[in-house]
């Protein structure tokens, strides 16, 4: 029986609901730290296992296969595993560090990683720098950094190569699912990687103390708003001699918001329910286009801007950024909202606006309902759909204030 056993044990029979948070601190940094204590003999035997071949007794064909099958591991922590157990055979100080529990199992793994990528020869002098920077209570991401500068400095033309090669795989993926929605997936390479993250992350901070989004949910709409910035600025390269921009074809019943009213279309055959429809036609340019019975065009009249330029300009000077209660997004980032829509009588007017940014125009307002009241000279309300939550914003140009009521 496995001496390790014993505390494993002691820790199941624990009743982390009867515990106060200091405990649980202790008890949880322990189980970490036997954790990782316990990986390190995994991969002990796991590099033993690999430099005999092993995985040939049970029928698998690699290590790799072995770890998938027999240790119940994902296919690419399988890999992972194998690869750091190998380097971890000639990286001896390391891999006792990490049986003794002075750094962690991410530790080792960016270790290896290090190793895989500096050779033995530079590794040599490497490696007690890594591993004391671990064991001195760096981050396993501070230590992957670490690594990184290593490698420059002793292979420069060794580190622009691995660059070169991180661009080559670059790529990006924007397809649309069954139900409508969007799926993003991509690889950046270091510098567009870093690029995307600081817009996203620009638009992504948390709007207030009553912003119960999701740090991925406000990735989500910073990526949104980073792209709807740049059609608003109309900063992007043509396409068929025209600046990108978003079309859609939506009935008059749909901006109403008529019961039993078609979903506004995009130029990609996208649908857009009424509430979102409604939040991309409040700051568009409009043609109206007569149909006959059967849908075909008869006439198209003039295309006119909802919001001229002169009254974007007005509005951004009152509002600053956007008047949501407790959002600091700036006007450059924001779009004039109705707030009684143009499609239900609204005036187009200074009065009838405020700036809003893309998160609580088309999130909150738009598609969720919720609703604005007052006058936009002065404080306005924003009130839930089940009227349970309300915000009390600030008047133009006074900092951002905000009470939550319910």
């Known amino acids: 029986m496995c001496s390790m056993e014993d505390p494993l044990t002691r820790l199941a029979g624990l009743d982390p609901a009867g515990m106060p948070p200091a405990a649980l601190v202790e008890e949880l940094t322990a189980a970490c730290r036997y954790a990782d204590r316990l990986a390190g003999e995994v991969l002990r035997l796991l590099g033993a296992l690999d430099a005999a071949g092993g995985a040939e007794v049970v029928g698998c064909a690699s290590t790799g296969q072995f770890a998938r099958q027999f240790l119940r591991m994902l296919p690419g922590h399988a890999g992972q595993a194998v690869a750091t157990a190998r380097e971890l055979r000639g990286l001896e100080d390391t891999a006792q560090a990490l049986q003794d529990g002075q750094i962690s199992a991410d530790h080792a793994v960016v270790i290896a990683h290090a190793s895989q990528r500096l050779g033995a020869e530079h590794m040599a002098d490497a490696?007690?720098?890594?591993?004391?920077?671990?064991?001195?209570?760096?981050?396993?991401?501070?230590?992957?950094?670490?690594?990184?500068?290593?490698?420059?400095?002793?292979?420069?033309?060794?580190?622009?190569?691995?660059?070169?090669?991180?661009?080559?795989?670059?790529?990006?993926?924007?397809?649309?699912?069954?139900?409508?929605?969007?799926?993003?997936?991509?690889?950046?390479?270091p510098a567009s990687g870093l690029a995307v993250k600081t817009a996203v992350d620009a638009?992504?901070?948390?709007?207030?103390?009553?912003?119960?989004?999701?740090?991925?949910?406000?990735?989500?709409?910073?990526?949104?708003?980073?792209?709807?910035?740049?059609?608003?600025?109309?900063?992007?390269?043509?396409?068929?001699?025209?600046?990108?921009?978003?079309?859609?074809?939506?009935?008059?019943?749909?901006?109403?918001?008529?019961?039993?009213?078609?979903?506004?279309?995009?130029?990609?055959?996208?649908?857009?329910?009424?509430?979102?429809?409604?939040?991309?036609?409040?700051?568009?340019?409009?043609?109206?286009?007569?149909?006959?019975?059967?849908?075909?065009p008869l006439n198209v009249g003039r295309a006119v801007r909802v919001i001229t330029s002169a009254l974007r300009r007005a509005v951004e000077v009152r509002d600053r950024g956007c008047r949501w209660p407790g959002c600091d997004q700036p006007a450059i980032w924001c779009t004039p909202h109705h707030i009684r829509h143009w499609a239900h009588g609204g005036h187009t007017r200074v009065d009838n606006l405020l700036l809003l940014c893309w998160a609580h125009h088309i999130g909150f307002v738009h598609t969720k309902q919720w609703r604005i009241t007052g006058h936009p000279d002065r404080a306005i309300r924003v009130t839930s759909p089940d009227g349970l939550v309300t915000l009390t914003g600030h008047p133009p140009s006074r900092p951002a204030e905000a009470a939550v009521a319910s």
């Not at 490696?127 to 001195?136: K, Q, T």
């Not at 709409?221 to 910035?229: N, R, Y």
């Open 127 to 189: 490696e007690p720098i890594l591993r004391e920077a671990a064991a001195g209570g760096a981050s396993p991401s501070d230590v992957r950094r670490l690594g990184e500068m290593i490698r420059y400095r002793a292979d420069a033309d060794g580190a622009q190569r691995d660059a070169a090669r991180q661009h080559d795989r670059r790529y990006l993926w924007i397809s649309e699912l069954l139900d409508g929605s969007w799926r993003v997936d991509g690889t950046l390479d």
């Open 203 to 296: 638009f992504a901070r948390r709007a207030g103390a009553a912003d119960g989004r999701t740090p991925r949910q406000r990735r989500a709409d910073g990526l949104a708003g980073v792209c709807q910035a740049a059609l608003d600025a109309g900063v992007l390269p043509p396409r068929h001699e025209v600046r990108p921009h978003v079309n859609l074809v939506v009935e008059q019943t749909t901006l109403a918001g008529e019961p039993g009213a078609a979903p506004a279309t995009s130029g990609y055959g996208t649908h857009l329910v009424g509430g979102a429809a409604r939040g991309v036609a409040c700051d568009a340019t409009v043609s109206t286009i007569t149909v006959d019975a059967r849908g075909l």
